[in-house]
């Protein structure tokens, strides 16, 4: 029998995708680019950050170097950081699935 459960916590536990997507939008727009495909953007989630951003400056940018994406990252988790809880909730059953767990 187990004794431990051992959970990814954003994605897997928390949907956190508006806040997430908000922080990229926020970015975008210190760029002066248009806001990100809601739906196309929570596909590239899972992948990582710096994944995230690469795939999304590929968008706009035939070429772009390290400093912008350092850039991009800058802002996206300054925002995100003061942002990560404005819509971020637990996925419908996990507060019961945990419950149960314990």
């Known amino acids: 029998m187990f004794k431990a459960a051992i ?10 995708a508006e806040d997430l997507e908000a922080a990229c939008n926020y970015a975008l727009d ?8 809601s739906q196309k953007y929570k596909l590239l989630l899972g992948t ?4 995230v951003v690469e795939s999304i400056l590929d968008e706009y940018f035939k070429n772009y170097d390290d400093s912008t994406i350092e850039e991009f990252l800058f802002h996206y988790n300054t925002y995100y950081n003061k942002h990560m809880l404005d819509h971020t909730k637990p996925y419908e059953g996990i507060l019961d ?3 149960y767990l314990k």
């Open 7 to 16: 959970f990814d916590l954003d994605g897997t536990l928390m949907d956190s």
């Open 30 to 37: 210190k760029f002066n680019l248009h806001h990100v495909d």
């Open 48 to 51: 990582g950050r710096r994944k």
């Open 97 to 99: 699935m945990l419950d």
